[in-house]
């Protein structure tokens, strides 16, 4: 796995296991794990994004890795087969809340194939910009087992609705860039080439938001698609902007916008 600072208060994570379409073994879990919680600790970062080296984004799980076996995951040394296989499906799964779960916005750069897993790593991300390579699927119900995998069955229906969401995990049929945008599986399509600058574009409007205003927005974001009634939802609501009120960043704005300059927004 490659980390790198394309620009100030944006990282650049690229999966690097390009002979395998960036599959997961458990290196590569427990590695993008802990590189998300130490950005999500480091207060000069203020964006991620997610991309795959090679031709893929990421193939899903690495079904050939011969060095899955219990003790390569922590907690797992002496299990059988039974336990270790449960405790690996957890380990993978915690990545997904990792990911949704960080307080920092966190774009999917889909460069090529997502499928399984890779799928799942897009969904758990707050943005997804594709390539006119990128392809996406359900595809664990081809192995026989269910389709519903690692959060796919959570976030999939509440992004593009139900009915898409069942014709996708039912089928586990492959779908290409120009289809992921028809379904909004995807905000934005662009060449390969343009990837990249593409989702940078994008880090950077977020990047120079307060980071309050940015925090408390993928916050309650995240809490009232969940919420259970709309008066749920506003009470979330009413108690960011509440607290917003106190943060100096309204006043900074109104003076920003009042001399003609960019904000300089308070720090928490």
Do not use: H
């Not at 490659?2 to 690229?14: K, M, S």
């Amino acid at each position: 796995m490659q980390i790198d600072t394309p620009e100030t208060g944006i990282a650049l994570i690229t999966l690097n296991r390009p002979e395998t379409l960036n599959a997961l073994n458990e290196q590569m879990i427990s590695d993008l794990r802990q590189t998300l919680d130490q950005l999500n600790n480091d207060r000069t970062n203020r964006v991620i994004i997610i991309t795959g080296a090679g031709k893929g984004f990421c193939a899903g799980a690495d079904l050939s890795n011969t060095g899955a076996a219990p003790g390569s995951i922590p907690g797992t040394e002496g299990m059988g087969q039974l336990g270790y296989v449960y405790k690996f499906q957890e380990y993978l799964a915690e990545l997904m809340l990792a990911i949704n779960e960080c307080d920092k916005p966190v774009i999917a750069a889909v460069n090529g194939v997502a499928v399984g897993g890779g799928l799942a790593i897009t969904l758990a991300c707050d943005l997804r910009i594709a390539s006119t390579k990128a392809r996406f699927g359900s595809v664990f119900i081809k192995t026989g087992l269910s389709s519903c995998d690692v959060g796919t069955s959570y976030f999939l229906p509440r992004i593009i609705g139900l009915s898409d969401a069942s014709d996708l995990m039912l089928t586990g049929r492959i779908i290409d860039a120009a289809e992921a945008r028809e379904l909004r599986l995807t905000s934005r399509t662009v060449e390969p080439e343009q990837l990249i600058d593409a989702c940078l574009e994008k880090a950077r409007m977020i990047r120079d938001n307060a980071e309050y205003g940015v925090w408390m927005t993928k916050k309650g974001l995240r809490s009232n698609v969940n919420a259970s009634s709309l008066r749920e939802a506003m009470e979330i609501e009413n108690r960011t902007q509440v607290l917003g009120y106190f943060t100096g960043c309204m006043e900074e704005a109104m003076a920003a916008f009042n001399e003609k300059r960019p904000p300089k927004w308070p720090s928490l």
